[in-house]
């Protein structure tokens, strides 16, 4: 039984590792249904969020002024936007970072704009980092699904299990649950008693 739920977990982790990226590729085309994680704050309550990608200066960049997150099914989508100086009202710095795959992200992409004249914030570096393949998401979500796809194979088996242990112990007959006596097999369905 063991042996066959570890066959079952390595059989279910090839198959999802082998279709989670058409999965991905899939939400990279919009193909997602809208969850109900949507988040849009603007002013004073976007400064309870953070940067959802690490900004490429030294520095700390400004606190948010806005902060949006679209969650659909093996996507995540977040727009975030900045404001350095009050006094202007104009936005500073802004990113928008994408996540793709389920449970943990696949695919990643962050586009990130800042001030490039400001020599206070002069960088060479480019502000698209393209996709990024997460190792982490890549190996774990194949293992998480597999896992707990497994898990729902052995809950039956566990469930009968204990149910059996329970009958023996009050004296009833495993399979049908009639009183039990000194015979062999129970009287009421002919299974054979385990003692």
């Known amino acids: 039984m ?11 982790y090839l198959f999802f590792a082998a279709v989670q990226y058409p999965i991905v590729l899939t939400a ?12 849009n704050v603007i002013g004073p309550e976007a400064t ?3 940067w959802p990608a690490p900004t490429p200066h030294q520095r700390a960049w400004p606190e948010l002024r806005q902060y949006t997150r679209d969650a659909g099914w093996g996507r995540t ?7 350095e ?7 500073s710095h802004s990113m928008q970072h994408e996540e793709y795959g389920w449970p943990l992200p696949v695919l990643t992409r ?24 997460s190792w982490l998401g890549t190996l774990a979500n194949p293992a998480i699904v597999a896992a707990g796809a497994t898990a729902l194979y052995f809950v039956p088996i566990f469930l009968r299990w204990n149910r059996n242990k329970r009958r023996r112990r009050r004296g009833l007959c495993e399979n049908c649950a009639y009183p039990i006596g000194a015979s062999e097999v129970c009287t009421e369905c002919g299974e054979a008693v385990l003692r």
Do not use: C, H
Request: proline share 6%; aromatic share 16%.
């Open 48 to 50: 309870a969020y953070t």
């Open 77 to 83: 989508k977040y727009m975030i936007w900045a404001l």
């Open 2 to 12: 063991v042996r066959r739920g570890v066959v079952l977990f390595l059989m279910l």
């Open 28 to 39: 990279l085309m919009g193909k997602t249904w809208r969850g109900p994680s949507q988040v």
């Open 110 to 133: 962050t586009q990130r704009w800042w001030p490039f004249e400001n020599p206070a914030w002069k960088l060479d570096q480019e502000q698209d980092t393209g996709f990024l393949v």
């Open 85 to 91: 100086d009050p006094a202007t009202n104009q936005t």
